[in-house]
């Protein structure tokens, strides 16, 4: 069965503050693709990172970062001296090969104060 | 570069009617999957659809159907609706439909059922 796991409904930070969201998958698919999305107050997601199954090396992009360990399944996401406009709901997805399907965590609530 | 457009963005139906939502993909986009979006359910994959074959479907009832045609435009339709169908509905393409290519959203339809 293929399942993605956002632990974190919700989560609420004072601006400058580091955060990290959580998000882990099941899979017993070798080859399979890892997403996060971004949703913010608008409603359109917005496509952030792709990680493939074969590459484990960690990306950064600005003040976002990305942790991916296959060994525990994690694909973790850390935004860096957070901001107001972070403020959004974020998915993680996955898709294994060939499935035609992408499963989407239930996303967690980033609340960013001022 | 137009984006992924939904038509319409809010409807509202009674019980037991059926409707039907349509979806523009990015031009030259030919994979288009659609998702009902619900609070605390996050998105549930409904159907993918690429030149004009549909290749997986998600666990709904027969009553969601959906269809792509040859200009890769695609509807979506339930019929004899329920309360429980009430959700934002989201449309999303892909250029190749291959598992390593990131997923454009339209800002959904939102279907509120009386």
């Known amino acids: 069965a293929q399942k993605v796991t956002q632990a974190q409904t919700e989560i609420s930070v004072v601006e400058k503050e580091d955060v990290t969201l959580d998000c882990v998958y099941e899979?017993?698919?070798?080859?399979?693709?890892l997403f996060w999305y971004k949703q913010p107050p608008s409603g359109e997601l917005v496509f952030l990172i792709r990680r493939n199954s074969f590459d484990e090396q960690n990306e950064i992009s600005g003040r976002y970062s990305w942790n991916f360990q296959k060994s525990t399944s994690s694909f973790n996401f850390t935004i860096t001296a957070s901001q107001v406009v972070d403020s959004a709901v974020y998915f993680c997805?996955?898709?294994?090969?060939?499935?035609?399907?992408?499963?989407f965590g239930t996303g967690t609530r980033l609340k960013v104060l001022a | 570069k137009a984006g992924v457009t939904q038509t319409p963005r809010y409807l509202i139906k009674t019980r037991g009617q059926q409707v039907t939502l349509s979806c523009s993909p990015i031009s030259g986009h030919r994979s288009v999957s659609w998702y009902q979006q619900t609070p605390g359910q996050g998105l549930q994959f409904l159907f993918e659809y690429f030149s004009e074959t549909q290749r997986n479907k998600g666990n709904f009832p027969g009553r969601f159907s959906g269809r792509q045609f040859s200009n890769s435009r695609s509807e979506m339709n339930v019929s004899t609706l329920e309360l429980g169908d009430s959700a934002l509905y989201l449309c999303?393409?892909?250029?190749?439909?291959?598992?390593?290519?990131?997923?454009?959203f339209g800002d959904g339809t939102r279907l509120s059922i009386l």
């Open positions: 999303a393409s892909s250029l190749d439909g291959f598992d390593n290519q990131p997923q454009h």
């Open positions: 899979t017993r698919d070798t080859t399979y693709y």
């Open positions: 997805a996955l898709r294994s090969s060939g499935t035609y399907k992408y499963i």
